[in-house]
């Protein structure tokens, strides 16, 4: 089994049983020894942070301001 990474905009648009098919589960969750194999193969869940859009924003930011002093 590959990783899966759905995003929520996908993840609206599936039903629960079609989600737990992509993910390889079912309604009762992963079995205990499931849930191992996969945090030994894939490590444990991270939610993926968009610091570059962040930081992206923080410096339009105060582009905005220095241009707002310079007037």
């Keep these: 089994m590959?990783?899966?990474i759905i995003n929520v905009d996908e993840a609206k648009k599936n039903s629960m049983k079609e989600l737990l098919s992509k993910l390889s589960s079912n309604k009762n969750g992963l079995s205990v020894q499931e849930a191992n194999q996969r945090l030994q193969k894939y490590g444990?869940?991270?939610?993926?942070?968009?610091?570059?859009?962040?930081?992206?924003?923080?410096?339009?930011?105060?582009?905005?301001?220095?241009?707002?002093?310079l007037k």
């Design 44 to 69: 444990p869940n991270e939610i993926i942070e968009k610091k570059q859009i962040l930081l992206l924003n923080l410096l339009d930011i105060f582009g905005v301001l220095y241009h707002g002093l």
């Design 2 to 4: 590959d990783k899966i």
